[in-house]
C-alpha cells in the first residue's frame, strides 16, 4: 500500500477514489511512565516514554487505515493527515485519515 501526503502520486494516475478512509488509536498514560516524566519535567529534556507512546499510537491508527483502504480495493492513500488530541486527563488521540484510491 503506497502512503501519501500529497493528493497525487508522482508517476501514477489517480483511476479511481473509493473514499475515506481512517484509523485512530488511543492510548493511556501508566504509573511508570508519569513517574519518569515528572522528573524530566523538573530537570528538563525530552519526555522518551510520552514520545515512544505516541509513536505506536501512530502506528497502531495507521495501520487501521490501511486495513480499511485494502477492503477497499485501493493501491494507495493519499492526502494523508494526522490529528492528535486529549480525550480525557491522562489519554491521547491519535486521528488518520486520508483517501483510498486505485492507480493506474
Known sequence: MLLATSDSVAGREIIETLGLVKGNSVQSRNIGRDMMAGLRNIVGGEMKEYAEM???????????????AKQLGADAIVGIR?????????TSEVLVYGTAVRLK
Not at 501512530?58 to 487505515?65: K, N, P
Request: negative net charge; proline residues 0%; hydrophobic residues 40%.
Open 82 to 90: 494526522y490529528a492528535t488530541s486529549s480525550v480525557m486527563d491522562g
Open 54 to 68: 505516541l509513536v505506536r499510537s501512530r502506528e497502531i491508527a495507521t495501520e487501521a487505515m490501511e486495513e480499511e
